[in-house]
């Protein structure tokens, strides 16, 4: 549920960024500010919301994460400026980090090693379903009423989500809340940064997501020109193609187990440009073959390089998941508006090209851990 939640809030608006280009007169880069402002806010956020709950606790600080996030939700719905969206975007990126920071910390402390990679699996899977009801709500609230309407039911029903998170989330039984050390929560940060297993797997992270939302933030712009001339509830559906995350990522993670990590680290990335050459055909149905192979392939990989930063740290776990989800929500942020400028230029071939070139750089960290 708070996976649910929180994703369905954050990725609600990736599916009408062509409303909001029509809507308030933007480019598909300005658009794009409306996810990446979201995702930017919660890369720093994420940085120090996770040492928070060292201290308050961590099932009080994803129940608030998720409350709030939800009320600014709804006071986005009501607004008409574009500056004043982003900025309450940018807050709700703020809010959530309290929950991604933390959730998975949570789950690392209170889930047996062996099952850790599976859960883990499993936590990404419910996000995935949040992230995919979000898109599709909001894109077919969209075209039948407007993106206001859509952002409203979406915050109401997230904040029912949220009560509901907060009453049946058990309380934590292995967590021991301590005082903040200022020189120790920073220089824990340096030290996870000099490890290079760490560093290549925040790397790692960075790309996957980045390559990620790039594809998924402009394929609805190809979608709605010649020759295709889809309709926004329609592109929508597409969302649907997040699902297959629901079952590659505890199936990464129970692969990971019987076999060399960086292994199917390495074939979930090959597996995700063999998806991204697909789309080049202007054939609906191959694309989404192509989209379901990159986005099943993407959860995958995702799932292992998670679980392997929180399996390969012995102490402060919790600035070691910070720094990889700051990493991780950074490329969202960056390569998401950046490739507006490839589809300004070169249109999809462009996003393409751009995105096969970040893979390969991943695949070739993906083979430098092979050494460790």
């Known amino acids: 549920m708070g996976g649910f939640s929180s994703f369905s809030i954050l990725y609600c608006v990736q599916s009408i960024l062509p409303i909001f280009s029509k809507e308030f007169l933007l480019s598909a880069t300005e658009s794009s500010l409306s996810l990446s402002a979201t995702t930017a806010t919660m890369a720093i956020g994420a940085l120090f919301t996770g040492s928070l709950s060292d201290v308050i606790g961590r099932k009080l600080i994803m129940s608030l994460s998720l409350i709030v996030a939800a009320i600014l939700t709804i006071i986005c719905s009501m607004l008409h400026s574009w500056t004043t969206i982003i900025i309450i975007r940018s807050f709700i990126g703020l809010a959530l980090s309290g929950v991604v920071a933390v959730g998975m910390t949570y789950i690392v402390e209170e889930v047996e090693k062996k099952y850790l990679s599976f859960c883990i699996g499993l936590y990404i899977s419910g996000n995935t379903i949040g992230g995919f009801v979000g898109r599709l709500l909001s894109s077919i609230l969209s075209e039948y009423f407007s993106w206001n309407v859509s952002l409203a039911i979406i915050g109401f029903f997230s904040l029912f989500s949220s009560?509901?998170?907060?009453?049946?989330?058990p309380s934590s039984k292995n967590f021991y809340p301590i005082s903040i050390n200022y020189k120790k929560f920073f220089k824990s940060f340096y030290i996870h940064l000099k490890n290079p297993i760490l560093y290549t797997l925040f790397i790692i992270g960075f790309l996957l997501m980045g390559s990620f939302i790039t594809v998924f933030n402009y394929i609805s712009y190809r979608l709605i020109l010649d020759p295709f001339f889809?309709?926004?509830?329609?592109?929508?559906?597409?969302?649907?193609?997040?699902?297959?995350?629901?079952?590659?990522?505890?199936?990464?993670?129970?692969?990971?187990?019987?076999?060399?990590?960086?292994?199917?680290?390495?074939?979930?990335?090959?597996?995700?440009?063999?998806?991204?050459?697909?789309?080049?055909?202007?054939?609906?149905?191959?694309?989404?073959?192509?989209?379901?192979?990159?986005?099943?392939?993407?959860?995958?990989?995702?799932?292992?390089?998670?679980?392997?930063?929180?399996?390969?740290?012995?102490?402060?776990?919790?600035?070691?998941?910070?720094?990889?989800?700051?990493?991780?929500?950074?490329?969202?942020?960056?390569?998401?508006?950046?490739?507006?400028?490839?589809?300004?230029?070169?249109?999809?071939?462009?996003?393409?090209?751009?995105?096969?070139?970040?893979?390969?750089?991943?695949?070739?960290?993906?083979?430098?851990?092979?050494?460790f």
């Not at 009560?163 to 989330?169: A, P, T």
């Not at 989404?288 to 012995?314: E, R």
């Open 163 to 169: 009560f509901l998170f907060c009453y049946f989330l």
């Open 230 to 371: 889809l309709s926004q509830s329609t592109i929508g559906l597409l969302s649907a193609i997040y699902l297959t995350g629901v079952y590659s990522s505890p199936k990464a993670g129970a692969l990971a187990n019987k076999f060399n990590r960086s292994n199917i680290l390495i074939i979930s990335l090959l597996i995700m440009i063999f998806g991204i050459l697909l789309t080049q055909y202007d054939y609906f149905l191959i694309i989404v073959l192509g989209l379901m192979l990159f986005s099943s392939s993407f959860f995958a990989a995702h799932s292992i390089a998670s679980s392997w930063v929180s399996s390969c740290v012995k102490t402060d776990k919790v600035q070691a998941t910070s720094l990889y989800l700051f990493f991780y929500y950074l490329g969202s942020s960056i390569f998401g508006t950046l490739g507006g400028f490839f589809w300004f230029y070169s249109r999809w071939f462009g996003i393409s090209i751009f995105i096969i070139v970040v893979l390969c750089f991943g695949i070739l960290l993906s083979l430098k851990l092979k050494r």
